[in-house]
């Protein structure tokens, strides 16, 4: 699910405590009378609220007004190095990377119950930073982020090895599967509450301390996420947050010697930039990056799920989501009736407001955002491709002030067309016919990412040779876009590598080690002879 950002360098996607500092902690949530941002946020470091050594601030703008409603601070160089400099002192003394699992397990699950107290001030935060329809975060980003906790804090106490064995006549191996260390984990604005969870929790789970820099638009639950950490006993320093520009601080982040792994969601673009930065001090990487997902609806498929489906998944969160159904390739005979049954309801999506309990679909995270969609568009459009509907800024009641976009859907393109190569991050569906169902595979995969697809089919063998052959992370059947805790999410190809969720999450985070020991108490060993030995005859 990631979110796009570009720049220069390695620009990266902008993404109650002890011993407080100068910045005292949020007040406690039962005196906040349901006010759920606060006027400003400076860093969390070691436990505490800190100021960052520059006096620049960055505006957190709701993009349902376009009104500012806090600043963060804006980190330097300097304060990275603290941060890590905290994560690498509370790894290195065991404070959490040595205790019993079923204390950091303790700890985890104690989050998730607070997650879980806290759903409507925590989906108000999210929808007001993101620009998220309240029903949306309500019913699926938070909630879906305790169930990840939940499933992590449980999944601490499986984390094992393998059986020991003598692979050698003189010697016991058995494998360990260590923490890393100092993880440095760099999160998206699109799904920000959900994806901080998704990098943060298998990482603290398998023992490891995290650095987090949430995008500089969307910083607010990350700062939520700590306290909510710290109010259930996780120790300073083992969850770091620092917000900055990416191109400022991305790559001090990155860099660090005591940095041991270096996780992202973003585009594509910004993953290779990681990835360079990363290779000089051979970094582990796990990187979801961009998504162009294909809907394929064959001929037989249950036409009104398939048009219901398609809107779901290709509006959801305004298309801001690399798992979006971007593009929907329908085989002939239901291709018009397709396009028409999708237009007809992608126009009764109540687009308003985020706050409003009615709301489907909200506004793009900025203007330049919306900019940036709407360039597609006309893009497209005079290049001969059919706006059938929306391809415009939305005038509806209460949007003046926000990014708002209508849901647009797009005909007569190529497979060569812009708006079906690239990842366009808004809410725009782009249709094509196909005849054969060969056809339909070769279109695509005929993309450089790999991160989504689904099928529509009533032929449950149609629908596993296609999901066999199709090069995606994951293929939904007569589904698009539900995930599940205790399943990986992931891409293949230039949408990255790595696993979200599940326990191949977990062991992403972690290294495998062997231990041999000698289990015959002789001096003179057996293989000594090939060293310190006479001759061979």
Known sequence: MAGPETARGVDVPDGPCPGAAETPSLAPWSDRKGTAVRDAYDLYIDGTWVKSSTDDRIPVIDPSTGEQVATTAAASTEDVTKAVDAAAEAFRDGRWSRIPPADRARVLLRVADLIEERLMDLSKVESIDAGKPIKLTSNFDVPFGADNVRFFGGAARLLEGKAAGEYSPDHLSYLRRDPLGVIAAICPWNYPFQIEVWKIFPAMAAGNTVVMKPAKETPLSAFELAELCAEAGLPPGVLNVVTGRGAEIGEPLITHPAVRMVCLTGDTETGKLVMRAAAEGVKRLHLELGGKAPFIVFDDADLEAAIRGAVAGAYINCGQDCTAATRAYVQEPLYED???????????????????????????????????????VERARKSGATIVTGGEFSSRPDTEHGSYYEPTVITDVTQDAEVVQREIFGPVLVTLPFREDEDAIAMSNDVVYGLSSSVWTRDIYRALDASRRLEFGNTWINEHIPIVSEMPHGGVKQSGFGKDMSMYALEDFTTVRHVMADITGRADKSWHGAVMGGAQE
């Open 338 to 376: 397709f396009v028409a049954g999708v237009a007809d309801l992608a126009r009764e999506l109540n687009v308003g407001p985020t706050l409003d309990p009615a709301t489907d679909m909200g506004p793009l995270i900025t203007m330049a955002q919306r900019e940036g969609v709407h360039g597609f």
